[in-house]
């Protein structure tokens, strides 16, 4: 009789870009570990998309908006307005198949 495998002793890994989770997906799968089975998976930045223009939302990633925060950047420096500190932007959360749960409609 086989014995059940342990436990994994993390649910998640939120990476700091698309390029890392995916990496991180290839060593996870290699180890045996089911991504979004046995840990859920997320990437930051949405590039998979943006830079090879897929339309399949396979990696769950955060979409920073880089192009409207570098519009905003460069729309300040234009109007050479010193504003320096925190500014707000929105980001959105990209659910791909890399998580578990409910999925968009689209």
Same mark, same amino acid.
């Not at 998640?12 to 991504?35: H, Y």
């Not at 830079?51 to 399949?56: P, Y």
């Given at each position: ?8 002793? /993390?649910? #998640?890994? /939120? ?6 989770? !995916?990496? $991180?997906?290839?060593?996870? =799968?290699?180890? %045996? *570990? =089911? ?23 396979? !990696? ?6 880089? #192009?409207? !925060?570098?519009?905003?950047?460069? $729309?300040?420096? #234009?109007?050479? =307005?010193?504003?320096? %500190?925190?500014?707000?932007? =929105?980001? *959105?959360?990209?659910? %791909? #198949? *890399?998580?578990? %749960? ?5």
């Amino acid at each position: 009789m086989l014995s059940p495998e342990p436990p994994s002793r /993390f649910g #998640a890994v /939120f990476c700091g870009n698309d390029q890392i989770a !995916l990496g $991180a997906k290839s060593v996870l =799968r290699e180890s %045996g *570990t =089911r991504v979004p089975d046995d840990v859920a998976l997320v990437g930051v930045d949405n590039g998979e998309y943006v830079i090879s223009g897929q339309s399949t939302r396979h !990696l769950t990633t955060v979409d920073t908006g880089l #192009a409207a !925060l570098g519009a905003a950047a460069a $729309a300040q420096a #234009a109007d050479g =307005r010193d504003a320096p %500190g925190t500014h707000a932007h =929105r980001c *959105t959360l990209v659910v %791909g #198949a *890399t998580t578990a %749960g409910p999925r968009p409609e689209g």
